[in-house]
Every structure is written in structure tokens, then in C-alpha cells.
């Protein structure tokens, strides 16, 4: 189910079922509503997104009032989340999927918030988005690829590519906009070779895990499965919890892999994740594919979240193309 394209004029709506938008400074809100009043876009904000306690976040109550208010109010037409955090996957048994079937819109975040994408889309079917938080539209220098790639997923449903960007940084940019230091980035990696067509699924890596044994768990057959970690996972604790991920028993149905790029502080090396793939007896016949622009890394494209996505890795060469349009929901 493909929620409705915005449109100029449009109202978003931000909440923060994670951590609260008053740890985001000032100048960087007012950099974000500039870029969408520019855009034609009104953002609106939820009662309690600047509500905190001593873990940056607010009570289960205050959120879901938030996530309730975001999507029965019928002048919204999408949600943005404002950042992540750990602890969005306390609000799942409180959500009425009922009513966000009923009421289907965009609902954008990544991080700690694929929780609540992939939750939402296996609950209801609807295709969320792996993408920027409002707080990322707060970006000053180097954020024109993760705005192309927004619109590109959510103003229209025609299939798009995820082409690499020309550079990448790892800076934290919200705390010195003015000091950026960015890489020069030569395509995706091909780690191992294939063509695949499947259901695009994942997230935050340590993030979807916390999803097994649950009902909110997606099912991981015929899909394109895309997965990315910050900082704290380093080349042990992925291979890890990859490894996890591959027990489950529909995960001999994944048909191809996408992996975001690492943070310089993972000390993830290209050779080290080449190692770790070629140990997973289970994916050796299928294109897996990193340093892709997803993730914590900037920037970064916007994957819709259950749209059928075609990848190939030939011979050094990649191509990631996007059919949001057609979506299955199993």
C-alpha cells in the first residue's frame, strides 16, 4: 500500500516517538523549516516533541499521543520523525494498526525508528521510508543528495535509482556546521555478483533484531534486504547480528543484500566486511552490495520500506533500481 504523494502545500507533521527534538539546536530547526518553507511544504510539530526526561526522550503516553494525533489528523499528509534514539520499540503493542490502515501516510526515519517502519508495514502493509529525519533537514552544506533522493521517493510513484553520491562525510555535523570534511566516493562496492529482484526490508540492523520472535518481525522472504549500523557495531558485533538475522527461517528466502555504508569509528574495513559475507555459507549465490548511501553516514537516499527493488552487481559494476509503486505485502 503506497501512502499518497505529497504536494506542495502539503502539511508534515513532526513527532518524536525516540529521543526528543529539544536536543537539536536551534539554528539547525530553523535551517530545517527554512528548506521546507522553500519547498512549499508546512511543518507542523506534535504537543510533546519538545518534551524530555533524564533519558532525552519522553513517556510511552506523550508519544503515542503524538503518533495518534499524526495520523487521524486528515490535514497531515506526512511524518517525520525528528531523530533517533533506543527506545521507539517500547510504543509497539500500544499502536492500533487498525487505524493507520485506515488512515496511510508517509511516515519517514531511520536508526532507532525502523522499529516502528517495519512494525507499521508488517502490521498494515503500508510502505514506510527509510530516510531523513526532520532533524537532517537541518543540515547546512552537503544535504542536495538527501533532498533529490526525499522528494524523489515521496512526491512521485515512478521507479527511481539509487544512484551513489559523489561524496560522503562522517562529521558530526550538529556540532560544527562550518567544519565538514567530505570523501570523495567511487560507486557502490560489488561484493559478490548477482542480479535479484525482491522486496526491500531492513533498517538499522541492531535495530530490526530487537523484532525477532515478535509479531512485528517482517517476513524476510523474496525480499531485498537492506541493513546498516552506527558507530557502537564494529566488524564482530555485525557479523553478529547478521549472522542472527540469517537464522531466521525466512531468511533463506532473501534474495539480495544492500549494506549502508560504515562510520569511520566501526573501523569496519571493505576487506573485513568482504570477509564476513563470504563466511555466510547461507547468502553465497545472491548480489550483495555495499558502501551504499544509507544509513548514518551522510548522505543518504530514502528507501521505501516493502517497494520492489531490482539490484545487480556485475563484474564491479551496480544498479539499484526502485519500484515503489508495487509493493507486496506478505
Known amino acids: 500500500m503506497l501512502p499518497e504523494r505529497l504536494r506542495q502545500g502539503d502539511e508534515i507533521r ?24 522553500r519547498l512549499g511544504f508546512k511543518i507542523t510539530f506534535g504537543k510533546n516533541v519538545f518534551t524530555h526526561n533524564e533519558f532525552f526522550s519522553s513517556s510511552i503516553e506523550e ?104 561524496a560522503w562525510s562522517d562529521d558530526p555535523w550538529y556540532l560544527d556546521q562550518e567544519k565538514r570534511d567530505f570523501v570523495e566516493q567511487d560507486g557502490y562496492l560489488a561484493i559478490q555478483d548477482g542480479v535479484a529482484r525482491g522486496r526491500l526490508i531492513g533498517g538499522n540492523l541492531s535495530t530490526l533484531n530487537l523484532l525477532q520472535g515478535t509479531d512485528y518481525m517482517p517476513n524476510l522472504h523474496n525480499s531485498i534486504l537492506f541493513i546498516e549500523d552506527d558507530h557502537e557495531s564494529h566488524a564482530l558485533s555485525f557479523e ?25 569509528d566501526s573501523n569496519m574495513t571493505e576487506h573485513a566486511l568482504k570477509q564476513i559475507i563470504d563466511s555466510k555459507k547461507e547468502i553465497q549465490n545472491i548480489p550483495v552490495i555495499g558502501n551504499v548511501n544509507f544509513g548514518h553516514v551522510q548522505p543518504i537516499v530514502t528507501l521505501p520500506f516493502g517497494a520492489i527493488a531490482h539490484i545487480s552487481a556485475i563484474n564491479g559494476n551496480t544498479r539499484i533500481t526502485i519500484e515503489q509503486n508495487k509493493g507486496i505485502h506478505q
Open 63 to 166: 508519544r503515542m499521543e503524538d503518533l495518534f494525533d499524526a495520523f487521524t489528523d486528515k490535514n497531515v499528509k506526512a511524518i517525520l520523525t525528528s531523530l533517533g534514539g533506543y527506545n521507539s520499540n517500547q510504543l509497539l503493542k500500544y499502536i492500533d494498526f487498525d487505524l493507520i490502515r485506515k488512515n496511510p501516510k508517509i511516515f519517514c526515519g531511520y536508526s532507532d525508528i525502523t522499529a516502528l517502519s517495519a512494525a507499521i508495514y508488517k502490521k498494515t502493509g503500508l510502505i514506510t521510508y527509510s530516510g531523513p529525519f526532520f532533524s537532517s533537514f537541518g543540515i547546512k552544506y552537503g544535504f542536495d543528495y538527501t533532498l533529490h533522493a526525499f522528494l524523489e521517493a515521496v512526491t512521485n510513484d515512478a521507479p527511481f535509482e539509487v544512484i551513489p553520491s559523489k
Open 240 to 264: 553478529r547480528n547478521l549472522q542472527s538475522l540469517l537464522h531466521l527461517p525466512t531468511a533463506a528466502g532473501i534474495k539480495g543484500i544492500l549494506i549502508g555504508r560504515f562510520q569511520k
Open 14 to 37: 513532526v513527532i518524536a516517538p525516540s529521543t526528543s527534538l529539544a536536543v537539536v539546536k536551534d539554528k539547525q530547526i530553523d535551517i530545517a523549516l527554512d528548506r521546507f518553507n
